[in-house]
Nanobody
Framework: EVQVVESGGGSAQVGGSLRLSCAAS????????MGWFRQASGKEREGVAA???????TYADSVRGRFTISKDSAKNTLTLQMNSLKPEDTAMYYC??????????????????WGQGTQVTVFS
């Protein structure tokens, strides 16, 4: 069974930075894709970024150039570095994982393992 647990998050000013982490278990060294999603109050969950086991990444247009997704395979940890934060980045952020050989699209239906979420609030 694949399990993921998020940590990090919190509050930051507009233009500031935050770092999210996700600890994963149940994944092999190859054959998986992990991603970050977010859900703002009253809105649907949306994809932010994803990374394949070999390091190939994809980003939502809204965060490209500001957010960086990375992984530490030795520690089974996924990270989302968020820079130049905007008020519209405020949301609950979720880590997701899926056993697969492909780079999955940023759609909630592509991933079957989800964390409980961590809150990110950006204030001016």
């Amino acid at each position: 069974e694949v399990q993921v647990v998020e940590s990090g998050g919190g509050s930051a000013q507009v233009g500031g930075s935050l770092r999210l982490s996700c600890a994963a278990s149940g994944l092999q060294s190859v054959g998986y894709c992990m991603g970050w999603f977010r859900q703002a109050s009253g809105k649907e969950r949306e994809g932010v970024a994803a990374i394949r086991f070999d390091g190939i990444t994809t980003y939502a247009d809204s965060v490209r150039g500001r957010f960086t997704i990375s992984k530490d395979s030795a520690k089974n940890t996924l990270t989302l570095q968020m820079n130049s934060l905007k008020p519209e980045d405020t949301a609950m952020y979720y880590c997701a994982a899926q056993r697969t050989w492909g780079l999955l699209p940023l759609k909630t239906g592509s991933f079957s393992s989800w964390g409980q979420g961590t809150q990110v609030t950006v204030f001016s």
